[in-house]
């Protein structure tokens, strides 16, 4: 396409900044604009809140409230909004546009090659772990994962540092209608031993997994943050049973992952 091309494109489209372009649709960017109140810091608000954080009266914020609500993006206690995990898959595409995959999978290659184990990267999505990058070992036994390919969080140690990387009201919407189906007989089926499990990985930066979601897979994961310290991804590490007890996985594979996570954080941009 010539410049003089692109030029009449945009034209046509008209500016984003110009409130006036035909194609413009204030209704939603307000819409944007009540999502981005809510933050790390003020997790949930009322309704007279999230209309001053959003410089707009009562009666709209009501309405892009409700809608939240309606379609799952968000809860209402009956005084305090809050955002629902849903919201995070409309993250998942804005990650594939930040070339998460990209800055990963270099780190990925490395960590693969001194751990000689499958390394993954993984996001969640609802009540899933996503993998959106993979590293293999040259080992003939790997673990059989594929991109794309999800897995219910609950069980996964990626998934428990990803849940304790919500805050208590989105973990607990999270957690409110989960079914925990035994996948193997180590699978942690009570919600009450799983907010546990989550809290730790929360606390202690990294989580560990031994056969819940496959019998002789044992696994270990820790976040990765943006510059900013919210957590957007995990990173996961599988090891066979039989080469790596839960104490050798702490000793040995541990610091190597944290120094990744490290590694991918500052590779982001700012």
């Known amino acids: 396409m010539t410049t003089t091309a692109k030029t009449k494109k945009l034209a046509d489209i008209g500016s984003p900044e110009d409130d006036n372009a035909r194609d413009y649709v204030t209704s939603f960017a307000r819409g944007l604009d009540v999502i981005r109140t809510f933050t790390r810091s003020k997790p949930s608000m009322t309704m007279s809140e999230v209309a001053e954080q959003a410089d707009m009266n009562r009666a709209a914020a009501r309405r892009f409230l409700l809608t939240l609500v309606r379609e799952g993006y968000a809860q209402f206690d009956g005084k ?24 990963v999978q270099p780190v990925l290659n490395d960590l693969a090659e001194k751990l000689q184990e499958s390394c993954f990267c993984v996001v969640l999505s609802g009540d899933s772990c996503v993998y959106i990058a993979a590293a293999k070992s040259r080992r003939v036994i790997n673990a059989s994962i594929e991109l794309g390919g999800r897995a219910p969080a609950y069980c996964m140690s990626s998934g428990r540092v990803l849940l304790g990387a919500l805050n208590d009201r989105a973990l607990d919407a999270a957690l409110e209608n989960v079914k925990l189906v035994p996948v193997t007989e180590k699978t942690v089926t009570s919600k009450l031993e799983l907010r546990s499990a989550i809290r730790d990985a929360r606390t202690r930066g990294y989580s560990v997994v031994d056969q819940e979601y496959e019998i002789g897979l044992r696994s270990i994961s820790v976040p990765v943050a943006d510059r900013s310290g919210a957590v957007i991804a995990a990173l996961n590490v599988c090891c066979p049973s039989p080469r790596y007890t839960i104490e050798e996985m702490m000793q040995k594979v541990l610091p190597v992952l944290l120094d990744s996570a490290s590694r991918i954080t500052q590779a982001l941009p700012h």
């Open 80 to 103: 305090y909004f809050s955002l629902n995990p849903k919201i995070l898959e409309l993250g998942f595409s804005a990650l594939a546009s930040m070339n998460l995959p990209e800055v």
